[in-house]
Nanobody
Framework: QVQLQESGPGLVKPSQTLSLTCTVSGGSITTNNCWSWIRQPPGKGLEWMGAVRFNGNTYYNPSLDSRTSISRDTSKNLFTLQLTSVTPEDTAVYYC???????????????WGQGTQVTVSS
């Protein structure tokens, strides 16, 4: 029932900021879930980037937390991703997803979007 849809530019220049939006339908982002961003670089596995929870608290992958910012807009039922100072290594398919929320953070995913390709190139 829950559907998520990524949107944003497919091409970003190095050193700029990658910005994506996840629009959620069929469920409110104020519910007790982890509203998350996940990416898959070419030839690599899925990498969880971070999440925002129902209470607005954020969690980040330590390998990316210095460059990652996730925020939400409850009035529009969406959440966003900003990744600063991008390099070609940030080229990936980016997914937004809903993960279950546990007492100490996010656990297993149950819904995800179709993904959007973002290429970092000059």
């Amino acid at each position: 029932q829950v559907q998520l849809q990524e949107s944003g530019p497919g091409l970003v220049k190095p050193s700029q900021t990658l910005s994506l939006t996840c629009t959620v339908s069929g469920g409110s982002i104020t519910t007790n879930n982890c509203w998350s961003w996940i990416r898959q670089p070419p030839g690599k596995g899925l990498e969880w980037m971070g999440a925002v929870r129902f209470n607005g608290n954020t969690y980040y992958n330590p390998s990316l937390d210095s460059r990652t910012s996730i925020s939400r807009d409850t009035s529009k039922n969406l959440f966003t991703l900003q990744l600063t100072s991008v390099t070609p290594e940030d080229t990936a398919v980016y997914y937004c997803a809903r993960l279950q929320a546990g007492p100490d953070g996010c656990t297993e995913f149950d819904y995800w979007g179709q993904g959007t390709q973002v290429t970092v190139s000059s």
